[in-house]
């Protein structure tokens, strides 16, 4: 599904990937751990070509993406979870949906989305600014599934939220992943990416220094590369 080889990626001239690997197996789901500054959000940001990418290369379903415009990567079938969850705050919710909203044949649709976030569906007439945090998050995760994505890239999705809310969101993701939608996941909440993940790679100045199943993400590694405990 999604194959990254020896990716260099750059803000400016500071050189913030240096040669990164990674892949994300069809229906499974990957997670990217790290400390803040090493290169978790430009990884995803290089996949969906917002940032300059120079060498390497980065390939879904066979596309290789590197040449090409954040917009062609999302119709090839890349939706996006951004870190902040962006959504628009003078929207409705319902507007924020259709925003993203495309048509597959039994594909996701407005209703089946409702349907997966319930709160949502009663909220769909407020606007997004009106939202709790939690509220937002569903939304954005709405909005990106209702592009059809063959690969979901999430950047933080637990960011800022209470941990019943983080239990919530965690839930979602799982059903999201029983969907059979293929996943990419930046996550700082070891325990929520322990439990969905499949695969764990931890980046450290733009390089990849573990990768491994998920269940050899144990308290060693924690300590060894992230100096946290579980």
Not at 59 to 70: A, F, K, P, T, W
Request: proline letters at 3%.
């Amino acid at each position: 599904m999604l194959h990254v080889q020896d990716l260099h990626a750059y803000y400016g001239e500071s050189h913030i990937l240096h040669g990164l690997s990674l892949k994300v197996e069809e229906g499974k789901v990957a997670a990217i751990l790290g400390r803040n500054g090493m290169g978790k959000t430009t990884t995803i940001h290089s996949i969906m070509g917002m940032v300059a990418r120079r060498e390497g290369v980065v390939e879904v379903n066979g596309h290789n993406l590197i040449s090409e415009q954040s917009y062609n990567i999302s119709k090839l079938g890349v939706g996006l979870v951004p870190q902040g969850r962006r959504i628009f705050p003078n929207l409705t919710v319902k507007e924020n949906l259709l925003t993203t909203q495309t048509n597959i044949k039994n594909g996701w649709t407005l209703e089946k989305v409702f349907d997966l976030f319930p709160r949502i569906k009663e909220r769909q007439h407020s606007m997004g600014g009106n939202l709790s945090g939690g509220e937002q998050q569903m939304l954005a995760i709405g909005r990106a599934i209702l592009t059809n994505p063959s690969l979901l890239l999430l950047d933080e999705p637990s960011e800022g939220l209470s941990p019943l809310m983080v239990g919530e969101v965690s839930d979602i993701i799982k059903r999201l992943k029983d969907e059979g939608i293929t996943m990419l996941l930046v996550e700082q909440n070891l325990a929520m990416a322990k439990k969905i993940a499949d695969h764990v790679y931890i980046l450290n100045k733009g390089r990849v220094v573990f990768e491994g199943a998920a269940d050899t993400f144990d308290e060693e590694v924690q300590q060894k590369h992230l100096a946290l405990s579980s």
